[in-house]
């Protein structure tokens, strides 16, 4: 459970402190002027779906940080775990992966500019790098059955598909959002109105990268 | 105690945050079924955890027909007794009181304590809720299915939850994870909004340190919720593979039914250390929801500001930031390394700390003050007792050498019992008597209110004091009968069968506490907006109940926190949030703008 209590520790570290500088020197039983300043307390960057996006990641990362802790855990606890060879296509997939992040990074800073056409195009290979990655990890798995490493034959081979499915369906939570805001885009509305939309796409991307990153050095590295 | 005196030039021009755009339906399934308005959601949640709790009350007293005269009723076997124990356990905790906290005094509240108009993403929250009824629909199809519902106890633990032989490892416990997993989507989805509407969408002048406790509790309960559910969700998942597709995640090389199981190497406590990752955080995803609100009921109902607030608060954060870090005190007798459970045991001790000071802020809270002993104040001061009870006998077992011996016997069932399931639940009911007259318009029947509160007060102490004693006699629990055994005295079972008469008794009061919502709601005293003479936002609202949006054309602006409550000098013994210092009216000053 290490991974999982640094990464509480950390999240929990920066919520205190945050909460701190909120609360440090306040006296809340002292009432405030109706002449007094109200200062928007929210800044203006954080709008509510980034922060919601913020939390969401938050969670997912919990996800990952349990399913790790479990990995290592189980590694531990049995005597049986042999480490099957890594498919060289994984470091293909990683390297398309890589231009869906690359791609929706793009779409964003088009959508600021309003490119329409820029944009359906960003987000069309970003879309589509992102059906081959998942593609390519489904070929991992028929290549690692026809070698012999089924899923059931020992808990590392399990665990590699455990992790990769769960990538991929978050991977596939994201590309509903993505769909999302390519019909939009088809029915006519404005690129700077996908702004927040595309954005959040992209966010989303480069951190299911950085997930996959982790999950990709771990699976090499034992 | 409020300061004021301040010298008042211009009011505060209208509020600029919070706004946003809400879906108006004008069809009934608009309004009421597909519906995005958080309080509707409120109720929805509220209504099906209720029905499902109702299944699981139903559930507790089949257990206690058996316990109480054994052999006496042919319908219950050992297979559907530990059906009942299973099914009761995961509904009560998950299915009902997370679902009726956060999904429901989470979405009616949030939104109008912080003068929001709705949540976050209302879309997103409606979705929650359906996702929620479909995961109770699954949990409930497990009756239904061959071989019913599982019966591997609420906790699950492999191998016994898939192996053949046990009840329901067909295809009840299938239900049962597909469920959770479900359950754990859903509240994702509601836990995003409430937490983002806290952050975001409270009102100006409504900073975190004038949040009313309620909302802190709840708030701090869904992180928790947030990051400990997918500890569940992970072992639900992983559970699933092992029953489904044959791996050994969880699963030792074990022979069962006869035969070689096919697993081999998998680890039991590996499922044990995921489950109670997320189990412990789940006794506070319960209780701190219920710690806020019985402080906002205290205050308003004994007329005096919380004492210590801002140490409720930090409280509040420090025991849900200690929760992640007792899970294995669960496992003491799991065969671990006693250096860690010497940790475990430490850390357990350190939650009490912050704990007790909510228990002395609260009693301090009483103290002076001008209580009003209302039915909602019963079940508050009733709660203190109860969680104070429960707390205690807690601490003997976060003692890895006095939890060995107690360890599965009725003084832990007494344990649990008492403080996170009665304590919790008699919150819910001083929160539904102090927020019915906001949510229906009607008082609820104060006579019957009183007659509910003292016969379940009372009657759960029937019910889980006396299990404490059969703890220390060793009797363990799960056990469908217990024969000839030497050392469970005959007096066990005399105890046994008192207990089952007092627990008929405290579920057949309910019946009373179902009539009154039922016939108050028709019959009721008009409440008025405002019946308890409260300062929070929910009680200043233009209409009751709260119309869509909530507050009308322009949002309140906050001025001060949540406890003004017998301030020396002011004329009434409450003043809202949203009273500026300038117009409350003070003693021996007959206009406004008065200043002491």
Known sequence: MTVTLVFLALLMAFFVGWLFSQSINVKPW???????????????????PRVGLVVFLAVVTSVFALTISAYLMRMGHGADWRALPEPRLLWVNTGVLLLASVALQWAWSVAKRNDRHALKLALTVGGGCTVVFIAGQYLVWQQLNAAGYYMTANPANAFLFLLTALHAAHLLGGLVAWARTMLRLGRGAAPSKLRSSVELCALYWHFLLAIWVVLFALVLST | MAEIGHDAVSYAPPAEVGEMELVHPKTFIGKYIWSQDAKVIAIQYGITATAIGLVALALSLVMRLQLGFPNTFSLIDPSSYLQAVTMHGMIMVVYLLTALFLGGFGNYLIPLMCGARDMAFPYINMLSYWIYLFSVLLLVAGFFVPGGPSGAGWTLYPPQAISPGTPGSDGGIILMLVSLAFFIIG????????????????????????????V????????LALLAFPALLVAALMMLCDRLLGTSFFMPDMLAAGGQAGHEGGSPLLFQHLFWFFGHPEVYIVALPAFGIVSDLLATHARRNIFGYRMMVWAIVAIGALSFVVWAHHMYVSGMNPYFGFLFATTTLIIAVPT???VYNWVLTLWHGNIRLTVPMHFAIAFIFTFVNGGLSGLFLGNVTV?????????????FHMVMAVAPILVVFGAIYHWYPKITGRMLNDTLGKIHFWVTFLGTYAIYYPMHYLGFEGVPRRYFAYGETAFISDSVQTMNAGISIAAFIVGLTQLVFLFNLAWSFYR????????WEATTLEWQTPHTPPRHGNFGDELPVVYRWAYDYS???????????????????MIDSPGRNARP
Request: hydrophobic share 45%.
């Open chain 2, 356 to 358: 007790a000071i909510k």
């Open chain 2, 216 to 223: 802190w509790g709840i708030f701090m309960a869904t992180v």
């Open chain 2, 524 to 531: 009721g005293r008009e409440a008025g907006p405002n019946p």
């Open chain 1, 30 to 48: 002292i009432a405030q002027s109706a002449s007094a300043a109200h200062p928007r307390h929210v800044p203006e960057a954080a709008t509510a």
């Open chain 2, 403 to 415: 939890d060995v011996p107690l360890s599965d016997t009725y003084f832990v069932v007494g344990h």
């Open chain 2, 567 to 585: 301030v020396p000098g002011a004329k009434q013994d409450f003043i809202p949030q949203n009273v500026p210092p300038e117009e409350v009216e």
């Open chain 2, 187 to 214: 509240f994702t989805m509601g836990g995003l909004n409430y937490v983002v509407t806290v952050l975001q969408a409270r009102t100006r002048g409504m900073t975190l340190m004038r949040l009313p406790l309620t």
